[in-house]
């Protein structure tokens, strides 16, 4: 079966560094994208990973190591307002669809 | 760009009645639009992946006759829930893609409750 492993909960503090990790095992693979999703709403894009390495976009990094089918997404900097839910997702075909991780809900603290 | 709406936003409605909901890409083409739904604080649970002309994939255990899914062109998608229970009241939200790389663009979903 398909499964993507993510921490349920994670609890940091304002102006701190947070990683939030995905493991995956499907059975096929075109990449690892990160969603957030505050409550009420809908989940908007964060970034996408294709190869092994690491991208930037501003405050937020994610990572992606294929032979370890493993990714993680880095928020730098954290502000009340990154308090959401955080999803890892992998691609699994050519129809561009999506295998979606349990959620890791961030709780920032001030 | 890539901006997905999706009507209605929110809607009630009593139990044996069908609901349509739209999800239109307003300035892009998309290539795959998909449907969600989402119960309280859980994941996205994907419902069925449609392409415009031909009829949609739904995922197991997903009803086809119940959620009926009409991909009339390159910018609509439609989903109506027949015949709706309350054990069908959730959160439903589309997505649409136009390609490479995987990125999804949400509508900002609607929210059902059927009485």
């Known amino acids: 079966g398909q499964s993507l492993e993510q921490p349920s909960e994670v609890t940091a503090v304002e102006g701190a560094i947070v990683q939030i990790n995905c493991t995956y095992q499907?059975?096929?693979?075109?990449?690892l994208s990160w969603y957030q999703q505050h409550d009420g709403g809908a989940p908007t894009f964060l970034s996408y990973?294709?190869l092994d390495g690491l991208e930037e976009t501003g405050r937020f990094s994610s990572f992606l190591s294929r032979s370890d089918s493993y990714g993680y997404l880095l928020l730098q900097e954290l502000q009340m307002k990154d308090s959401a839910s955080y999803f890892c997702?992998?691609?699994?075909?050519?129809?561009?669809?999506?295998?979606w991780g349990a959620g890791t809900k961030l709780i920032i603290k001030p | 760009g890539a901006v997905v709406s999706q009507h209605p936003s929110w809607v009630i409605c009593k139990s044996g009645t069908s609901v349509k909901i739209e999800c239109r890409s307003l300035?892009?083409?998309?290539?795959?639009m998909f449907w969600y739904r989402q119960f309280p604080k859980q994941s996205l649970m994907l419902m069925a992946t449609?392409?415009?002309?031909?009829?949609?994939?739904?995922e197991q255990g997903v009803e086809k006759d119940k959620f009926l899914i009409n991909h009339a062109s390159l910018t609509l998608s439609t989903l109506t829930v027949t015949s709706a229970h309350p054990e069908d009241s959730s959160f439903y939200i589309c997505?649409?893609?136009?390609?490479?790389?995987?990125?999804?663009?949400f509508g900002p979903g609607t929210r059902l409750t059927v009485t």
């Open positions: 997505s649409a893609s136009r390609g490479p790389p995987y990125e999804q663009y």
């Open positions: 300035d892009f083409q998309a290539t795959t």
């Open positions: 449609s392409n415009e002309g031909s009829k949609a994939t739904y």
């Open positions: 499907t059975s096929g693979f075109y990449g």
């Open positions: 990973n294709a």
């Open positions: 997702a992998v691609g699994m075909d050519s129809n561009y669809q999506l295998i």
